[in-house]
Nanobody, 120 residues
């Protein structure tokens, strides 16, 4: 059974930090590229950051560069998102995504999300 479970969200003041975690099970984690997306109220879901299966390459949305860091530990089936210098506009539900094409079949798994709120 595939499971993708996010944690680490919460309430933080502007300028603060949060570290999100995403633990996956039920599939071969090390074969999947992992991404974090977010969705703010009334807005479309947007890509925050992505990391390749072995962790050698990362990609960030422009507004997150220099503030957010994505990393992964394949031994723990876990991907992280370190968020620093948080702003009120970072308030959103953050979702973890696992994606791979294996033997020409696309696999795409999502977690339920974790709420991050940046407010004073």
């Amino acid at each position: 059974q595939v499971q993708v479970v996010e944690s680490g969200g919460g309430l933080v003041q502007p300028g603060g930090s949060l570290r999100l975690s995403c633990v996956a099970s039920g599939f071969t984690f090390s074969r999947y590229a992992m991404s974090w997306y977010r969705q703010a109220p009334g807005k479309e879901r947007e890509l925050v950051a992505a990391i390749t299966s072995a962790g050698g390459n990362t990609n960030y949305a422009d507004s997150m560069k220099g503030r957010f860091t994505i990393s992964r530990d394949n031994a723990k089936n876990t991907v992280y998102l370190q968020m620093n210098s948080l702003k009120p506009e970072d308030t959103a539900v953050y979702y973890c995504n696992a994606r791979a094409v294996i033997l020409f079949v696309s696999h795409d798994y999502w977690g339920q999300g974790t709420q991050a709120t940046v407010s004073s």
